[in-house]
DNA sequence: CATGAATGAGCGTTCATTCAT
DNA sequence: AATGAATGAACGCTCATTCAT
């Protein structure tokens, strides 16, 4: 029962090894990008930030493109991730639930998204393969959610497109600063709250409801 | 009285031509760094985007630092202009007529806005001066009109701040594809109906208003 | 009549100029490719032993490949040419004019000589393009000929491909240790002689001829 | 008398395993030195083909350059044998017997000749250590059997230098796209019609011998 | 004023070798 | 003895900038 499979043990001690190093290489260049953006960072630069020489870094990715392109893939995850939590919640009930989950899974790992927010902004490439393509199922769900309230009488009549994006422009503004790296994540308080105000606004605006 | 102008007429004639080339140079710069960023952007790139010699740039520019300072600073002229334009306007009467405005002055100049928002994204030093000073006056004035329908008792109680931001954050959604370039701008029309969708979220929400 | 096209005039000054810095940046790459073998030069020492910046030698060729393509290919022109003028000279009368021509083209431009026979070593590529291609026409014009002085009843019945490859041995062994480096170019007049022995021993060998 | 061996017996066991080691070490080396050349064979390239661990090299030899002079050193064992060959063979009667023994020997480990030839035309030292100096008996021994023939009137007055020269030039020749790599190696009754032809041409040449 | 040519600084990357296990 | 991991040194190459014309 006991000491078995040692090398299997040994095997998994050393992956687990490679995976964290490939974490913290992945960590420190996220920071580095996120600061002064990726071509502004230099493979010493990362390199020492990790505090390993500039060489070992190639020992665990093939170059300065692919810890580039794993950070990305690793927020690619995240949404598709998303995307099955926002499908598994049968029925959120209200927004609140939802655009608080939403504003959950985009503020961890914020340098992340600052990454790829950054390379998404002067990149065709990397703007279709992960914020496109990824955020179309997301979109969709809330448009369809947003269709069934108005179908319901829940809604105005509206077209869901726009109101979707708006929705997400909401809440995007609502977390901008943190985002942007110049405020720290809220608590999970704060974070409610915040999803309050945004669904707030986008249900009933800030005109004083009469009757 | 004679033989009086020419030297001046000269001078200016060569100077306004100093102008326009620095224009057009500016002009090649931004679109190069809207599309691939300002690193990954050549002065070799540059000079041929304007048919010029690499080192000819270098008669109108200190350097490629400076073209992106210049483009920059034109983007807060029209900043600054925007806020002269705002306070002007005494009694907008109505949100649309402001958002329109807003709206109007961000899509002029689509690129330079892209690089803009590109370099402020990766530099604090940029976001600073060149974004978060020269907002100011605008999220305040956006503020200040915001607390006004408050106090009249047109619009609810609610922190001033937040609602500014998130108004602000509802037309950039809006007009965000136009931004970042993978839509057309839209005609002053199509502008308007923007405005009024944006104005109306943000007033009356998505819920059916009772009564 | 005078000064006329100064356009031209300069273009091609230019031109001769450019190509002037071509060719000694070649010999210089031949001397350092032929001494240590092309792998083992570095950009840096061509470009110190040309006497400039490294960066310069990218505006005259697009890497240290292409330097190398260009040494070779400037063999293989040489070869070419090589094989018009022995087509031109129609009645070689003996062996010894065509040898000697061989011999005088093969030594001019040693180095890089010595550089494609060290790429041609070890690369397939080169052999084949460079080498087995190019001289191809010439080993057939030799085969030919001996042919024909067989056919005349001047050679006894010998395989002519086999025999013209030792031909072509006999005089490469002649001039094998100027190729190498070891030993100075030889005079014409030497030349001649070395050609004679050549000759001599391919025609009649070393024994004593009896009759 | 008992348990004597067995500590020796493990030792030289130790020692021709670790004899053959070295020698797959060398084969496969010699074999990608043969291919790419010395410098463009990364330890790494040998370490896959031996199936070793990078490092497990250095255990056998002192680094990359102590191979390369494994691999060369044994070829000089192989041309010094070759001379006290030569030398025992006391009346080679003809020259077939030495030109068949020469071809033998030189086409054995025929990439290792193709690794010191590539090394030699590169290399100063390796040139002087490992040829001029290795050969230069055997030259000499060839040299004195021409004199000998000619003395004994069977050759005619010729520079026995440059005959012996020819001479293996020709053989060179002969075998040269062996040495290459580009056919494969003569079968034994191959090499013998290569030899005789080599001598024929040698001894009589091309031309039809009268009387 | 315009420019072709030159260049230093620095980049991403490779690789022979060392070291801890 | 064997090896995965680590690394310094050096490489080929790019590019913003300068300079002579």
Same mark, same amino acid.
């Given at each position: ?34 600061? !002064?953006?990726? /071509? ?6 990362? =390199? #020492?930030? +990790? $505090? ?12 300065? !493109?692919?810890? /580039? ?6 927020? =690619? #995850?995240? +949404? $598709? ?131």
């Amino acid at each position: 029962m006991v000491d078995q499979s040692p090398l299997l043990k040994e095997q998994t001690r050393r992956e687990r090894r490679i995976e964290r190093q490939r974490k913290a290489i992945m960590d420190a260049a996220a920071g580095l990008f996120a600061q !002064k953006g990726y /071509l502004a960072t230099t493979t010493r630069d990362i =390199a #020492e930030t +990790v $505090d390993m020489g500039e060489s070992t870094l190639y020992g665990y990715f093939a170059g300065k !493109k692919e810890i /580039l392109q794993a950070i990305l893939s690793h927020q =690619a #995850e995240m +949404v $598709d991730s998303l995307l099955v939590h926002i499908v598994e919640m049968e029925d959120p009930q209200s927004f609140v639930n939802l655009v608080d989950l939403l504003m959950e899974k985009i503020l961890t790992r914020t340098v992340y998204n600052r990454v790829l927010i950054a390379e998404a902004w002067t990149s065709e490439d990397v703007l279709q393969e992960y914020v496109l393509t990824r955020w179309q199922p997301v979109m969709q769900r809330l448009e369809s959610f947003i269709s069934m309230k108005t179908a319901a009488g829940i809604f105005r009549p509206i077209e869901p497109g726009l109101a979707a994006r708006m929705l997400l422009a909401c809440f995007i503004a609502a977390i901008l600063p943190v985002l942007r790296g110049i405020e720290p994540p809220p608590s999970a308080q704060q974070r409610r709250m915040l999803a309050v105000s945004v669904v707030g606004i986008i249900s009933n605006g800030l005109s004083i409801q009469e009757g």
